[in-house]
Nanobody
Framework: QVQLVESGGGLVQAGGSLRLSCAAS????????MGWYRQGPGKQRELVAL???????TYANSVKGRFTISRDNTGNAVYLQMNSLKPEDTSVYYC???????????????WGQGTQVTVSE
């Protein structure tokens, strides 16, 4: 019911910046939470940052102070500004959405296809 399309990944040197974007599309849903997860080589998928429909944010300790998550005024797009990037930030970054279908009491979880972020040393 919700489709997530990501953009903004790429190759950057350590200390550089990237801005990831994710747009949600579809009909008959209400988004409660959007955010970003990542999965690096040999590692499990981990939470990076979340933002609720009220604007509350949550960050992983490893990115706090360097990354900033935000949503646009429509509430159906989420962004991740990544500054002071480190080689250990190299991962596939996945957009995440928790949304409730119009006539459903239960939220459903959606994932983007992932976008590669590579930080060189």
């Amino acid at each position: 019911q919700v489709q997530l399309v990501e953009s903004g990944g790429g190759l950057v040197q350590a200390g550089g910046s990237l801005r990831l974007s994710c747009a949600a599309s579809g009909r008959g849903f209400s988004i409660n939470v959007m955010g970003w997860y990542r999965q690096g080589p040999g590692k499990q998928r981990e939470l990076v940052a979340l933002v609720t429909n009220s604007g509350r944010t949550t960050y992983a300790n490893s990115v706090k102070g360097r990354f900033t998550i935000s949503r646009d005024n429509t509430g159906n797009a989420v962004y991740l500004q990544m500054n002071s990037l480190k080689p250990e930030d190299t991962s596939v970054y996945y957009c995440y959405c928790q949304a409730r279908p119009t006539y459903d009491l239960n939220d459903k979880l959606y994932w983007g296809q992932g976008t590669q972020v590579t930080v060189s040393e």
